[in-house]
């Protein structure tokens, strides 16, 4: 009797596992602030919902399970995100260290442009990601922000190309609007999350990038860019040289 009441027991424990619905996933992305998860269907294993980023729609995200990852320490799953503006295929993987994400796909100016509204940036023009692969490690030395409930991240590793059809560009500066095309470009990731954007057929870089350890990414301009966007920086600086540095929390 004890026997099939505990072998009972073990079925009901795997139905509820394997059956998890995908609703459970919203309240894991609770902590996550700025993300969202609406309509779930599905599994927590595999399913399907609309994913909202800042409160934007980000599109229609599908996920599947992938047990293999098991054997490197990863919880990781098989992304696809979907909609008139995005296409972006992935895997995201999770361990008590570390976040790892690998992207490939395609963002087109009107989805981004709804990130880049609140700086009085808008741009045209696709961007494609090709094999990006970023890695956020866990600080360990640093607890979570007040009020936050993730664990510090710090810089890890980045590899990876994104490249933009060029096109015209429009920004506002000390309440001035500024306006310029800029030719394709392409943007290479490298170690420490540091990003460095070129012409496609030039050497001298426009902008560079770089997340801190406190959470802040770093982005410098060079006059180059200056120059391009018809603004060009006064001074006698060299078209390489960073003629201006802003900073932003992401974490």
Same mark, same amino acid.
């Given at each position: 009797?004890? *026997?099939?009441?505990?072998?009972?027991?073990?079925? &009901? #424990?795997?139905? &509820?596992? &394997? $059956?998890?619905?995908?609703?459970?996933?919203?309240?894991?992305?609770?902590?996550?602030?700025?993300?969202?998860?609406? !309509?779930?269907?599905?599994?927590?294993?595999?399913?399907?919902?609309?994913?909202? #980023? /800042?409160?934007?729609? /980000?599109?229609?995200?599908?996920?599947?399970?992938?047990?293999?990852?098991?054997?490197?320490?990863?919880?990781?799953? @098989?992304?696809?995100?979907?909609?008139?503006?995005?296409?972006?295929?992935?895997?995201?993987?999770?361990?008590?260290?570390?976040?790892?994400? !690998?992207?490939?796909?395609?963002?087109?100016? *009107?989805?981004?442009?709804?990130?880049?509204?609140?700086? !009085?940036?808008?741009?045209?023009? !696709?961007?494609?990601?090709?094999?990006?692969?970023?890695?956020?490690? *866990?600080?360990?030395?640093?607890?979570?922000?007040?009020?936050?409930?993730?664990?510090?991240?710090? +810089?890890?590793?980045?590899?990876?190309?994104?490249?933009?059809?060029?096109?015209?560009?429009?920004?506002?500066?000390?309440?001035?609007?500024?306006?310029?095309?800029?030719? +394709?470009?392409?943007?290479?990731?490298?170690?420490? #999350?540091?990003?460095?954007?070129?012409?496609? @057929?030039?050497?001298? +870089? #426009?902008?560079?990038? @770089?997340?801190?350890?406190?959470?802040?990414?770093?982005?410098?301009?060079? *006059?180059?860019?200056?120059?391009?966007?018809?603004? +060009?920086?006064?001074?006698?600086?060299?078209?390489?040289?960073?003629?201006?540095? &802003?900073?932003?929390?992401? $974490?």
């Amino acid at each position: 009797m004890r *026997r099939t009441v505990f072998i009972g027991i073990l079925l &009901v #424990l795997l139905f &509820v596992i &394997v $059956f998890a619905p995908a609703g459970l996933l919203r309240t894991l992305l609770a902590p996550v602030e700025g993300v969202s998860l609406l !309509d779930p269907s599905g599994t927590v294993w595999q399913g399907a919902g609309e994913l909202y #980023l /800042a409160e934007h729609a /980000a599109g229609q995200i599908q996920w599947r399970f992938r047990p293999a990852a098991l054997v490197r320490g990863y919880l990781e799953y @098989q992304l696809t995100l979907t909609g008139p503006d995005q296409a972006l295929d992935g895997n995201v993987g999770v361990s008590p260290g570390s976040i790892r994400l !690998d992207l490939e796909g395609m963002l087109s100016s *009107r989805f981004l442009n709804q990130w880049l509204a609140p700086y !009085d940036i808008g741009m045209s023009g !696709d961007v494609t990601m090709r094999e990006v692969d970023l890695l956020l490690l *866990r600080n360990s030395d640093e607890a979570s922000a007040p009020g936050q409930n993730l664990p510090a991240l710090a +810089p890890g590793e980045a590899s990876g190309t994104l490249t933009w059809a060029g096109g015209p560009v429009s920004y506002r500066l000390s309440g001035q609007e500024y306006r310029g095309s800029l030719p +394709p470009l392409i943007a290479t990731l490298g170690e420490g #999350l540091e990003v460095y954007i070129y012409p496609e @057929q030039g050497q001298t +870089p #426009l902008l560079v990038a @770089q997340m801190l350890e406190n959470g802040f990414v770093k982005i410098g301009v060079t *006059r180059l860019l200056t120059k391009l966007l018809n603004n +060009p920086w006064p001074g006698s600086d060299i078209d390489h040289e960073v003629v201006l540095e &802003v900073e932003e929390q992401i $974490f």
